[in-house]
């Protein structure tokens, strides 16, 4: 039986190269500099089985998607990732599932340059929690709070292939699942796309548990309402598939583990964008969702995924 400092040692010390990080794992805490300039953005996940993740679950793709979802937290803030803490919670200590689950967490942090500085272990159900930081210039971070009327309202990527993925898991036959269960399995963080939009959109956040509830926490926290219209949602084909056999329309709109971007910016400055982006709607005075299909405007008052919600 591997010992709890054995198996920290073993599956998650690495040696850092960052200036900004002068002490890492091994010590009571880990000791990160600030540059002058900056602040430090953090943000904080946690995934429990069977209620974030299915437990057939490969554990490359979880040590993957666990990282993945925080630095999608740290894009929607504009903020380049700096280091991360990893809080374990093990029913056993099983090292063929720690090996797995190291080199997806890391083959993804040495992409994004994530230094681990820190964490804890513990045995119980298996409950997987990061904190990650990351690197904001001082007064720039993107804020969900500070859309404006008349802004359009945009998103990087494409809708709905993480919420196909999800209904394939759950059951739906689909002829060719392979794409949808990798945007599922392992989402693409925007952190790139994320600083891009520093100083050029006004407000943003990350589509975690849907379309429509994250684009309403803008809205709410803004002041403002919004109106999109369904023939500018970017949809794949497999996903367009989806909805003419099922008539399940609503799905890319609600559906959560896009981690895509969804972003509003005024239309003087959607010339400044540098990356891949669509337009879906524009920011409206009046409060609420809205969506126009088929010529018929309707509310949309889907909250997305929250949890103790029943």
């Known amino acids: 039986m591997i010992s709890e400092f054995s198996l920290i040692n073993r599956y998650f010390k690495r040696q850092s190269n960052n200036k900004n990080i002068s002490l890492s794992i091994g ?21 429990v089985e069977n209620v974030h993740f299915f437990a057939d679950v490969e554990s ?3 040590g993957y998607k666990l990282l993945a979802v925080n630095l999608s937290d740290l894009a929607a803030m504009g903020a380049k990732p700096l280091a991360a803490t990893l809080v374990l919670t093990l029913p056993q200590a099983d090292e063929t ?32 929690t990061v904190q ?19 802004d359009a309202v945009c998103v990087t990527g494409l809708l709905g292939e993480a919420g196909l993925g999800l209904k394939i898991k759950q059951g739906y036959d689909y002829v060719n699942p392979i794409n949808a269960l990798n945007r599922f399995n392992r989402p693409e963080p925007r952190v790139n796309s994320g600083h891009a939009l520093l100083g050029i959109a006004n407000a943003c956040i990350d589509i975690s548990d849907g379309l429509a509830g994250d684009l309403g926490h803008i809205l709410a926290q803004s002041g403002v309402g919004a109106c999109l219209e ?37 239309p003087e400055k959607l010339a400044e964008l540098t990356i891949p982006y669509t337009q879906i709607g524009v920011i409206e005075t009046e409060a609420g969702l809205r969506l126009i299909k088929n010529g018929v405007v309707q509310a949309l008052t889907n909250k997305g995924f929250e949890h103790f919600s029943r």
Not at 136 to 147: D, K, M
Not at 237 to 266: H, N, Q, R
Request: charged share 20%.
């Open 132 to 150: 990650a930081m990351g690197l904001v210039p001082q007064g720039q971070g993107l804020r969900r709070s500070t859309a404006q009327v008349g």
């Open 27 to 47: 010590d009571d805490c880990a000791l990160l500099a600030i540059p002058q300039g900056y602040e430090l953005a953090v943000t904080t996940d946690t995934m």
């Open 230 to 266: 369904w023939d500018m949602l970017p949809l794949s084909d497999e996903v367009k598939t989806y909805i003419e056999t099922t008539g399940d329309w609503l799905m890319p709109l609600t559906a959560g583990d896009d981690y895509e971007l969804c972003f509003t910016v005024s």
């Open 60 to 62: 490359y793709d979880l």
């Open 97 to 128: 599932w720690l090996t797995a689950f190291a080199k997806g967490f890391f083959d993804l942090a040495e992409q994004y340059h994530v230094d681990l500085v820190g964490g804890d272990t513990a045995s119980g159900p298996l409950t997987l």
